[in-house]
């Protein structure tokens, strides 16, 4: 009988599915701006922060260090692949490694860009504060009013009234100008946004087919259940 060695601690594994779960609940209401894909996309940044602070104080095969190379090693790593002759790990491997480091900068990316855009949007989540235009707003509010209070008195001459209406339709027409601009600046930062989004999850999407891939090659050339290794843990020695 083959001896199994405990390698994916709990915490990886759990990891490791609920974060698969979650970025196809994420991926598939995208285009629906559903409720399930602002949650999921905050599941799926928790995970990420969880992750990386279990990549430091975790179990051996789940530390950085325990995996993560330097792009010489990964190199090396990739070429032993294509000439059939790679070395086993028990945890992850170089290429394995550096895939992990890409796919959790790019759910960074594609979470925190999120989050981006769903502040400009809806003006809601962690990037939310007070519009420039709702400030713009409140200002303008706040002037007419201070504006009538002060500009009709009984006591003011015609000329008086008449140069007050001419500041503050000056005063408006600004504001209304000012508006105008930060709208279009809005208009461009969000275009920014989404474009970054997008190409994250692209990104994310290719990544995602060559972490498969690469599985079922390491499984092949090793011998190893992968897969299974990620339910129950084990691992052959």
Same mark, same amino acid.
């Given at each position: 009988?083959?001896?199994?060695?405990?390698?994916?601690?709990?915490?990886?594994?759990?990891?490791?599915?609920?974060?698969? %779960?979650?970025?196809?609940?994420?991926?598939? !209401?995208?285009?629906?701006?559903?409720?399930?894909? !602002?949650?999921?996309?905050?599941?799926?940044? $928790?995970?990420?922060?969880?992750? %990386?602070?279990?990549?430091?104080?975790?179990?051996?095969?789940? =530390?950085?260090?325990?995996?993560?190379?330097?792009?010489?090693?990964?190199?090396?790593?990739?070429?032993?692949?294509?000439?059939? $002759?790679?070395?086993?790990?028990?945890? &992850?491997?170089?290429?394995?490694?550096?895939?992990?480091?890409?796919?959790?900068?790019?759910?960074?990316? $594609? !979470?925190?860009?999120?989050?981006?855009?769903?502040? %400009?949007?809806?003006?809601?989540?962690?990037?939310?504060?007070?519009?420039?235009?709702?400030?713009?707003?409140?200002?303008?509010?706040?002037? +007419?009013?201070?504006?009538?209070?002060?500009?009709?008195?009984?006591?003011?001459?015609?000329?008086?009234?008449?140069?007050?209406?001419?500041?503050?339709?000056? +005063?408006?027409?600004?504001?209304?100008?000012?508006? =105008?601009?930060?709208?279009?600046?809005?208009?461009?930062?969000?275009?920014?946004?989404?474009?970054?989004?997008?190409?994250?999850?692209?990104?994310?999407?290719?990544?995602?087919?060559? &972490?498969?891939?690469?599985?079922?090659?390491?499984? =092949?050339?090793?011998? +190893?259940?992968?897969?299974?290794?990620?339910? $129950?843990?084990?691992?052959?020695?």
């Amino acid at each position: 009988m083959e001896k199994q060695v405990y390698v994916w601690d709990k915490f990886v594994r759990l990891f490791h599915w609920l974060l698969l %779960i979650l970025f196809c609940i994420s991926y598939l !209401t995208g285009e629906q701006e559903h409720w399930l894909h !602002t949650y999921s996309g905050y599941g799926i940044f $928790t995970l990420v922060c969880l992750r %990386i602070i279990w990549g430091v104080v975790g179990s051996q095969y789940a =530390r950085f260090g325990n995996f993560v190379r330097s792009p010489k090693a990964v190199t090396t790593y990739l070429k032993s692949i294509f000439s059939g $002759t790679p070395k086993r790990y028990l945890g &992850h491997n170089p290429a394995g490694g550096a895939m992990i480091i890409m796919l959790l900068f790019c759910l960074l990316l $594609t !979470t925190l860009s999120g989050m981006k855009l769903y502040a %400009i949007e809806e003006g809601k989540g962690p990037f939310a504060f007070a519009s420039q235009s709702a400030v713009a707003a409140e200002i303008h509010s706040g002037s +007419d009013d201070d504006d009538f209070a002060s500009g009709y008195d009984e006591m003011k001459e015609y000329d008086e009234i008449r140069e007050h209406d001419e500041i503050r339709e000056h +005063d408006e027409i600004r504001e209304h100008d000012e508006i =105008r601009e930060h709208d279009e600046e809005e208009s461009e930062e969000e275009e920014f946004w989404e474009e970054v989004h997008e190409t994250a999850v692209n990104l994310m999407l290719l990544l995602i087919v060559l &972490h498969v891939l690469g599985v079922l090659i390491a499984s =092949r050339q090793h011998r +190893d259940k992968l897969i299974k290794a990620m339910f $129950t843990g084990y691992k052959k020695g």
